[in-house]
């Protein structure tokens, strides 16, 4: 089964930090996302990448960076962190594989809480 | 972007009773997901279902393509069904999943 693992469950951090979300898949696949799921919105596509060193801006990229410098591993950075970027983000990947679709592995979650 | 519409928004099922939820996309697609969220968040795919039927134990959906919905079916609920589930659908030449709202599905004892 591909895992797809989140370097931290639970983080607090205070306004004006620099944050960093990592994310490691193990099953060599080329799709890796960044998704933040709010209450009453759903999944929201923040970045997402195709190849190592590729990135692509998704629906909500504001406040946010990435970056990847191995296939694996796809990390999110928030330059400075504010409230309004409390939320639960979510590290997907996927390869295209027989039928051509992305077809998501998502990770546990990171809970976010800026102060 | 296409536009994702899931009903009903919440339900409340008592256990054993069955139930279905709806996924309406704005446009022709050719990725279709359905994924649970458990309560504490991880999010599991159920079903690629592009088009057509399939089932997998006490769930099944099936998608019809032409008239741009799927429906996810729930049989003999139980307790461990609870969670949102989330419909996510790929239009063509579009690389990225857009995510329904999801239904919040409790199953009482």
């Known amino acids: 089964d591909v895992k797809v693992t989140q370097s931290s469950r639970y983080l607090v951090k205070r306004t004006g930090e620099k944050v960093f979300l990592e994310c490691v898949q193990d099953m060599d696949h080329e799709n890796m996302f960044w998704y933040r799921q709010d209450p009453g919105l759903g999944l929201r596509l923040i970045y997402f990448?195709?190849?190592?060193?590729?990135?692509e801006k998704g629906d909500i990229p504001e406040g946010y960076s990435v970056s990847r410098e191995k296939k694996e591993r796809f990390s999110l950075i928030l330059e400075s962190a504010s409230t309004n970027q409390t939320s639960m983000y979510l590290c997907?990947?996927?390869?295209?594989?027989?039928?051509?679709?992305?077809?998501?592995?998502f990770g546990a979650g990171s809970r976010l809480t800026v102060l | 972007g296409i536009q994702v519409e899931q009903s009903p928004p919440d339900l409340i099922l008592q256990e054993g009773a069955n139930s279905t939820l709806r996924c309406n996309f704005s446009?022709?697609?050719?990725?279709l997901q359905w994924f649970h969220q458990n309560p504490w968040g991880q999010l599991i795919n159920l079903f690629y279902?592009?088009?057509g039927t399939k089932q997998n134990g006490r769930l099944s959906a099936t998608t019809v393509a032409t008239e741009r919905y799927s429906l996810l079916y729930i049989s003999s609920s139980q307790t461990t069904d609870s969670g949102v589930y989330f419909c996510?659908?790929?239009?063509?030449?579009?690389?990225?999943?857009?995510f329904g709202k999801g239904n919040q599905v409790v199953v009482i004892p």
């Open positions: 997907a990947s996927s390869s295209p594989g027989f039928s051509g679709a992305n077809v998501l592995t």
């Open positions: 446009d022709s697609v050719n990725n």
């Open positions: 990448s195709y190849d190592v060193k590729m990135k």
């Open positions: 996510a659908v790929e239009g063509y030449g579009n690389n990225r999943l857009a």
């Open positions: 279902i592009p088009s």
